[in-house]
């Protein structure tokens, strides 16, 4: 009877070995196939970013004899785009730009986010919803009532329009974002600055604004990168050549004239990414705890 009772001990001490072995081996296969997929996605972002940086130092401006890494550099390319076209103008435009719609952004943001955020009124339930369901609908949609609307008020082919559009389209996004963050603010923290006598615009300023700095450095870096990229819309109501701004430049450069000014246009993409990326890099903590702050206390 002891026999047969070891025996089975025996046994079970054998097949939970083996759980656990299988168990390990599971964790094994799992760890190498997600790097192997990090890795793979990896080479799918660095190795496009080593072809333009490389492309931009090619001798030739053939895109067919642009490689990755150029026997004989130079930088040639990078002179010839202040030179040879308006690339300081476009850079000086699409900056002016940026900075402008950063700002606007974040004033027209964290003003509306903390109105729907603090205060009850008639129609906020409403006026929500609204902004959700614009959400829904892609931007481009509504790209001809904006061309019609910047007609009518006279502003097309101005970068006023343009900050105006970008400034205004973002506010149901970056509005829900933001009312999420605020929404987690304790309240008790106005009502104690109210009882030692603060008014609703020094609480804004001096509890809810310091308080809020994640979230909004992220809205501040986005709205400051989106100008940079787009180009359908600037291209459809910019028609004068001193208003251009980059992506428009860069894209008539290579318009019609591919294996002409590639690694001229290569060189103008570097030149584009540096500064985003810099922001990016400097300010990385400030923008990864805003997207996170956003997506849970949202």
Known sequence: MKMGHETEISQ??????????TAKVWDIVLTILTYMLLIFVAALIIIPIVWIVGSSFNPSS???SSTAFPKHPTTLHYKELFQKT????????????AVINMILSMILTISTSYVFSRFNFKGKKAS??????????PSFMGMMAMYNILWQLKLLDSHIGLVLVYAAGQIPYNTWLVKGYLSSIPKSLDEAAMIDGASNLKIFFKIILPLSKPIM???????FMAPWMDFIFPRLIISSNEKKTLAIGLFDLIAGNTNKNFT?????A????????LLFMFF????IEGITAGASKG
């Not at 990385?284 to 923008?287: L, M, N, R, T």
Request: glycine share 6%; aromatic share 16%.
């Open 12 to 21: 079970e001490k054998i097949n939970t070995g083996y759980k656990l072995t």
């Open 62 to 64: 053939s895109l067919s």
């Open 86 to 97: 308006q690339f300081a103008r476009w850079y000086m435009n699409t900056l002016k730009i």
């Open 128 to 137: 929500l919803l609204g902004i959700l369901v614009l959400q829904m609908f």
């Open 217 to 223: 450095v992220f809205v501040a870096i986005s709205q």
């Open 264 to 268: 001229q246009f290569a060189a103008g």
């Open 270 to 277: 570097v030149l584009v990414a540096i500064p985003i990326t």
């Open 284 to 287: 990385q903590k400030y923008f």
